[in-house]
């Protein structure tokens, strides 16, 4: 018998979606594909809203198709499973990030990293020209089981949520380029969603924490609720001055427009700087003090599936969830306007399972 979806047949959705590059979002019904042979169905609960979302529900990277249904931190419980599943069973708790598809074969899904797949498939469609998908403001999801993650059972599920891509976005890179080694100086630049988690998967690895931000109004809560070391304000020189050369490296996740150099500056020798922040226009940056020092400035996109699996049960073993502010699905406009100004104390989600009515 043809699997269900190769007959053409769906499942209703609803969800909230972008319908214009002003970003507001709105009702909005479509469907989903029938729950196919490898796939699970999940009902969702909880999603996180990622400073990504407004990029893209805003078109600030120039393609973005409508109408367009955001978020990829998405908790659940699943609902239907498909006669191949072999990770999940009705009533698991299920959780899935920003990739839905990846071919499978090239030498990045070999390596357990699908978010660098060529042919890779994101949770909600970016640009134009790439299939149709909707993201995790809606009600359910049908993705297959390869890309959906076992969520640990003593993890929160609102606080979890952001770990799917907050956390695995700051995870990935810290554990591939050694920046999650026990006694080493870890910088961390912008604490907002990422960077707070950031904070916390450094402290749990045994790392000294520096935050590094421009104005001094989160030192308190960095160092007293996540556990910092140290607070540098990046816009008083002669605290820059006095860190010059202290850091092994430097995690990125400022999402405005800033200077890399005198990031660069705050490197030891063979120091890395790792950009997760993503501010579309080019930069101005001076190579000497890279040549000079054999310094390193890298990107980072999100981790692979087994990665995840492996930072989630990470977190739930160290406790690491994150702060977050709960919020009504009719409240979404509100948290993308907060979000825009930096208003958020550190990530919010969405409680959709209570909230969300067609
Ligand atoms: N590479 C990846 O895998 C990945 C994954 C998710 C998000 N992102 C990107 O990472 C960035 C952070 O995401 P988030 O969800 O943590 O966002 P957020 O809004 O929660 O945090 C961003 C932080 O940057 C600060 N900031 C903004 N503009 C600044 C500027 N010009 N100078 C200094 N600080 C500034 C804000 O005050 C805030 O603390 C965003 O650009 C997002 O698109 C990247
Ligand atoms: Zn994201
Ligand atoms: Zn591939």
Redesign the pocket.
Known sequence: MAAAHEQGQTQKAFGWAARDSSGILSPFHFTRRANGDDDITIKILFCGI???DL?FTTNELGSSPYPMVPGHEIVGVVTQVGCKVKKFKVGDKAAMGGLIGSCGTCSCCQDDMETYCPKAVTAYTFFEGQPINYGGFSDIYVVNEHFAIQFPDTLPLESGAPLL??GI?VYSPMKYFGLSEAGKHLGVV??????HLAVKFGKAFGMKVTVI??SPNKKEEAIERFGADSFLVSRDPEEMQAAMGTMDGIID??????PLNPLVDLLKWNGKLIV????VKPIELSLFPLIAGRKLIA????GGLKGSQEMIDFAAKHNIVADVEVIPMDYVNTAMER?TK?D?R??FVIDIGNTLRA
């Open positions: 990622c400073h990504s990029n891509c907050a976005s912008g604490l907002g969603g990422l960077g931000s421009t996740t400022v999402s405005g427009p800033h997760v922040g993503v501010d990107g980072s996109a999100g979000v930096g958020v550190y990530r």
